[in-house]
């Protein structure tokens, strides 16, 4: 069983830096891809950023060039560090795993483990 745990949300003004990380326990890297997605009130989860088993990552047209997707595999972490932060990036910020290979790392169905949430509020 997966358990993953977030933390590094909190309220920045435009244009800050937040690092988001995800504790990952009872994953083997190299065998889980990570993703992160975020939902707004009313919206479903939309995906952010992924990386696979093998180190590979992709973001969202929306964050690119502004946030970067990391782990330490020392402390089993995966991190998503936000920059240039702007308000419409205002949500609830969820990590996920899912074993890999996995067809496709954007959709929220192909992750079978999910943490609880962290709140990223960017004012203007």
């Known amino acids: 069983q997966v358990q993953l745990v977030e933390s590094g949300g909190g309220l920045v003004q435009a244009g800050g830096s937040l690092r988001l990380s995800c504790a990952a326990s009872?994953?083997?890297?190299?065998?889980?891809?990570m993703g992160w997605f975020r939902q707004t009130p009313g919206k479903g989860h939309e995906f952010v950023a992924a990386m696979r088993s093998g180190g590979a990552t992709y973001y969202a047209d929306s964050v690119k060039g502004r946030f970067t997707i990391s782990e330490d595999v020392a402390k089993n972490t995966n991190y998503l560090q936000m920059n240039s932060l702007k308000p419409e990036d205002t949500a609830v910020y969820f990590c996920?795993?899912?074993?890999?290979?996995?067809?496709?790392?954007?959709?929220?169905?192909?992750?079978?483990?999910w943490g609880q949430g962290t709140q990223v509020t960017v004012s203007s």
């Open positions: 009872g994953r083997t890297f190299g065998s889980y891809a």
């Open positions: 996920a795993a899912g074993r890999d290979p996995m067809p496709v790392v954007t959709r929220r169905y192909a992750y079978n483990y």
